[in-house]
């Protein structure tokens, strides 16, 4: 409170205009130790029950104040302590879930789509899937496995749920070409290799072989 | 007031006394330390007053004074304790000079209210020893509200242009 809040309410209380509230107030400001004299006067006037009951509800006052930051403070620590935990199980948990949830999608029998299927239409026979359709399940839809994990849904569902591009189907006569023109390329390139190595073979053959005719040279001349 | 009639009162204020006490320092032993007082402190003001005075708020603001009063001396207690120095003065908060600087201002206090009207220092005390509000005087005196607030302006300007002479300010 200001000097002049002081004055402000000095002039109240001369007014008869105060409440006891004011009073009490008013009572811890003019006894502070640097009051002027006039306010000693209207300390003397106020008089000590005034400023004890003021003491008395300032301690009190603090009190509740205290008591009610050290609430908020548990209050904070405590949601701090169960974000972390909830943080901390949430980290524990995620890898379990993809050890577990992995294998089963691999493992589960995946829904034929047919490619010149123009529309969202999925063949809801299921078969035995086979290494390239495994693949295809298993590798495209990545984001399928961390719903299926929140939401812990049969990987059917999802398929059939979410709009997924899929792969076009793979015969086994195109996968068998593909790898034969895989092993065509790894023996052509074990050739070159060969090759190169031949080459600095023989160079550095016909390199011992120049210089083998040199030296002759030398011991003819001598 | 005589002291059956202050044994009554007593009786009737003890609890209240002591739910103050407790509410201050939350030990049944201080709250009782705390009525002892208070009973002690509000016989002597009984002494001087009538019964028709409300001694009711009277001992609240004189218990929350004992409180307050105590919680002091116990903190002083403790500091003197730790310096190692025994307790002398019964007020050591207030040096020789504040102690009869205060003396004095009660004493010109004492004698300014003496110079009111009677209706003037009865409605001045209401206020200074009771703690009233206006709408309390004006309900228990049957004076309507707009009097009483300017007799105690007027009171309260008399006793402290009267005071303001007695301490040459």
Same mark, same amino acid.
């Given at each position: 409170m200001t000097q002049k809040d002081v004055n402000r309410l000095i002039d109240k209380y001369m007014e008869g205009e105060t409440t006891p509230q004011e009073e009490r107030q008013l009572a811890i400001e003019v006894n502070r130790p640097d009051a002027p004299a006039e306010w000693k006067i209207i300390a003397e006037m106020l008089g000590d029950l005034t400023l004890g009951e003021a003491l008395y509800d300032q301690t009190k006052a603090e009190r509740k104040r205290v008591r009610i930051r050290r609430y908020i403070g548990w209050s904070i620590a405590a949601v701090a302590a169960c974000l972390t935990l909830w943080f901390v199980l949430g980290k524990l948990s995620i890898p379990t879930l993809q050890q577990d949830t992995a294998p089963q999608i691999a493992q589960q029998p995946k829904p034929v789509v047919k490619? !010149?299927? *123009? !529309? *969202?239409e999925v063949s809801t026979v299921l078969t035995p899937a086979s290494p390239a359709e495994e693949q295809v399940a298993y590798n495209a839809p990545t984001k399928r496995i961390k719903k299926h994990r929140k939401n812990a849904r049969p990987v059917v569902e999802e398929v059939v749920e979410e709009e997924v591009p899929m792969l076009p189907e793979v015969s086994e006569e195109e996968l068998a070409q593909v790898e034969r023109n895989f092993q065509m390329w790894q023996l052509e390139q074990a050739f070159l290799v060969e090759q190169i190595e031949l080459d600095a073979a023989t160079a550095a053959l016909n390199k011992q072989y120049k210089e083998y005719l040199a030296e002759a040279r030398n011991t003819i001349e001598i | 007031m005589d002291r059956t009639a202050f044994e009554q009162t007593a009786a009737r204020l003890r609890p209240l006394i002591l739910r103050i006490g407790r509410d201050f320092f939350g030990s049944a032993d201080d709250a009782e330390d705390v009525a002892q007082e208070t009973l002690l402190q509000l016989w002597r003001y009984c002494q001087q007053l009538d019964e028709s005075r409300n001694i009711e708020a009277l001992a609240v603001r004189v218990a929350k004074n004992c409180c307050v009063n105590m919680k002091r001396r116990q903190h002083l207690t403790l500091v003197r304790e730790t310096d190692g120095m025994g307790e002398t003065n019964p007020s050591p908060h207030l040096s020789p000079h504040e102690e009869v600087e205060r003396e004095e201002g009660l004493k010109a206090l004492d004698e300014a209210i003496g110079q009111l009207q009677p209706r003037e220092r009865q409605l001045f005390e209401m206020r200074q020893q009771n703690g009233l509000s206006t709408e309390e005087i004006a309900q228990q005196t049957g004076i309507p509200k707009a009097s009483v607030q300017s007799m105690v302006a007027m009171a309260r300007k008399k006793v402290f242009n009267e005071m303001k002479r007695r301490m040459n300010l």
């Open positions: 490619p !010149e299927a *123009k !529309e *969202k | -």
